[in-house]
């Protein structure tokens, strides 16, 4: 069974930065590209940055000079340093990966976790 878990939500200040992380765990073969998404009260989930295999990144016009994503294959896990938050950025961040599962390349989803920019 594969899990995607994320941490490193958290309440911030306008101007501050949070990085959070998310881990893929079992039996996994291999994983190839790794998204963080957001979804805002009373709006559609949108995606906010991707990372493929070979670490090619795109971002969001949103948060573009803002986010950094990156991940390291040794851990499964992808992370996204968020500097210059904004209240506008406050979401339910998910990490989504897919990857290669029981001979099977699927998409999985984080369980989310909660980013606060107050003002």
């Known amino acids: 069974q594969v899990q995607l878990v994320e941490s490193g939500g958290g309440l911030v200040q306008a101007g501050g930065s949070l990085r959070l992380s998310c881990a893929a765990s079992g039996n996994i073969v291999r994983v190839n590209a790794m998204r963080w998404y957001r979804q805002a009260p009373g709006k559609q989930r949108e995606l906010v940055a991707v990372?493929?295999?070979?670490?090619?990144?795109n971002y969001a016009d949103s948060v573009k000079g803002r986010f950094t994503i990156s991940r390291d294959d040794a851990k499964n896990a992808v992370y996204v340093q968020m500097n210059s938050l904004k209240p506008e950025d406050t979401a339910v961040y998910y990490c989504?990966?897919?990857?290669?599962?029981?001979?099977?390349?699927?998409?999985?989803w984080g369980q989310g976790t909660q980013v606060t920019v107050s003002s």
């Open positions: 989504n990966a897919d990857l290669w599962y029981e001979s099977l390349l699927r998409n999985y």
């Open positions: 990372i493929s295999r070979s670490g090619t990144t």
